[in-house]
């Protein structure tokens, strides 16, 4: 059963790979962002699509981490309350 869920999860793995990659071929028309008067250098789009999503995968995980710790520090103190 290890074998197939390892088989399946480097199927899934190669396809996100593979998509990734059509994206960014797909998307190589060069785009300037302008924000607050910053404007970045000419860049393709893709770059700027899958630097949006990794900056958001990092910043999940890390906003989840410190909800985590807050309700743990929470759940600490109302035990020790009780006691």
């Given at each position: 059963m290890r074998n197939v869920k390892r088989a399946v999860l480097a199927v899934f793995s190669?396809?996100?790979m593979f998509g990734v990659v059509i994206?960014?071929?797909?998307?190589?028309?060069?785009?300037?962002l302008i924000f607050l008067g910053w404007r970045s250098p000419e860049l393709p789009q893709s770059f700027f699509f899958i630097g949006a999503l990794l900056v958001g995968m990092a910043v999940g995980p890390l906003m989840g981490?410190?909800?985590y710790q807050r309700k743990a520090?929470?759940?600490?103190?109302?035990?020790q309350?009780?006691?």
């Open positions: 190669l396809l996100i994206f960014t071929l797909e998307n190589q028309q060069p785009t300037a981490f410190i909800a520090s929470r759940l600490k103190r109302r035990l309350a009780q006691v």
